[in-house]
């Protein structure tokens, strides 16, 4: 067993709670029994498991739970059709399971060292992360609005839940944003608003201040959300994000600097070595502004394959020429010639089968 092999620990499930029509939570503990350990509001969640067929399978889900709960963490999971990994979490772990998972990981946190008013925008199951924010945050007097679109009250997850903490602090404001309400909903009148998540809602629900955004959710809703929280103002940098699946930058600059048809040769920047994407034509400086290379190639339209992001599930390995930094270290380490771009940076000019 190497070091690596280690580091995963099999977790018990101690409960599992239907949140709606499509998620389920499940509240895991170590199997030995010791406390789980700490994690930051926002992060998720590796798991490795057996898929029906035996083929080794890693998934990542993000801690909804609260990060004050010392003695369990929960993930809530969207059944996805036909989907492995929450195909299994749904209707293979039932109390009792056990299932391997790594310790908690993950760049997308809430930034408790600030007092500035938060936004949590959340779009359906991108509500996971957010909802540990939720918990650290009810604990203080910071202000902070979560606002929840999801399509209607039957797979909408977590309404009992976040009311009560709502309820229970006086910082904290929760809003429901229905797309398509059931006539069930009308007759509840349990939400706020119905449709999209508007310029107007926003302003309606947040006066002019000086906010930081965290955002999660299915791709075109953050791309909207996005958009809009900077038509209101909100700096780019004030809004952090994270995708469950396929993503690319949303950032402007990234937007607009992704060619239309491939570019080669573009100069690099005084500090920024270059980057190629051989099989794609495309040469870009590497300056800082992305996490890893993975984000890199997407911020400019190319969409290398990935499962966890985290340097696990081996999804987005591609050959190299040059080197690169991890700054998540990966679960093996792949040989020379290689490298995992979810989770690495360049260390001087890189030339990618990509
Ligand atoms: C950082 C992070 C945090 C996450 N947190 C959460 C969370 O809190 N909750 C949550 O629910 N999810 C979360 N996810 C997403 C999760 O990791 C999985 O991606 C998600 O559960 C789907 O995986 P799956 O194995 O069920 O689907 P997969 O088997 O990977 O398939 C995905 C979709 O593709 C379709 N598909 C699969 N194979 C084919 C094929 N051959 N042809 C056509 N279609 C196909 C499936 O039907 C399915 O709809 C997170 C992801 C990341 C990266
Ligand atoms: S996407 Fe899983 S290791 Fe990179």
């Not at 573009?266 to 099989?279: E, N, S």
Request: proline content about 9%.
């Amino acid at each position: 067993m190497t070091a690596k092999e280690a580091d995963w620990r099999p977790y018990r499930v101690i409960d599992r709670k239907v949140e709606s029509e499509t998620i389920v939570s499940l509240d895991l503990a170590p199997a030995d029994g010791s406390p789980p350990p700490p994690f930051r509001p926002g992060q998720y969640l590796t798991f490795r498991f057996a898929d029906r067929a035996g083929a080794p399978t890693q998934r990542t889900y993000s801690i909804s739970s609260d990060p004050a709960d010392g003695t369990r963490r929960r993930i809530s999971v969207k059944r996805e059709p036909g989907g492995v990994g929450s195909g299994h979490m749904h209707d293979r772990m039932p109390p009792g399971a056990t299932i391997e998972t790594l310790a908690p990981k993950g760049a997308f946190t809430l930034d408790e060292t600030s007092n500035r008013p938060v936004i949590l925008l959340a779009g359906g199951i991108g509500v996971t992360p957010l909802l540990a924010m939720a918990h650290a945050l009810a604990r203080t007097a910071r202000r902070a609005t979560l606002i929840h679109a999801c399509q209607n009250g039957a797979v909408q997850p977590f309404a009992r839940e976040l009311g009560a903490l709502a309820r229970e602090c006086a910082s904290l404001r929760y809003a429901v944003c229905l797309a398509e309400p059931t006539a069930a909903d009308l007759a509840a009148r349990a939400f706020d608003f119905q449709g999209f998540v508007t310029r107007e809602i926003l302003q309606a629900l947040l006066p002019i201040d000086d906010y930081e955004v965290y955002l999660c959710g299915p791709t075109p809703f953050m791309r909207a959300m996005f958009t809009l929280l900077t038509l209101l103002g909100v700096a780019e940098p004030r809004i952090a994000y994270e995708f469950f699946g396929a993503g690319q930058s949303l950032r402007a600059a990234d937007v607009s600097a992704a060619p239309a048809t491939p570019r080669t040769g573009a100069a690099p920047q005084a500090d920024g070595d270059m980057v190629v994407f051989a099989r794609s034509g495309l040469s870009v400086p590497w300056d800082g502004r992305h996490r890893s290379l993975l984000e890199l190639a997407e911020a400019h339209g190319l969409t290398p394959a990935f499962s966890c992001r985290a340097g696990v599930c081996s999804t987005c390995l591609c050959e190299i020429e040059g080197r690169v930094r991890y700054f998540e270290e990966p679960l093996d380490i792949p040989p020379a010639g290689q490298a995992l771009i979810c989770c690495s940076t360049p260390d001087g000019p890189v030339t990618l089968q990509i």
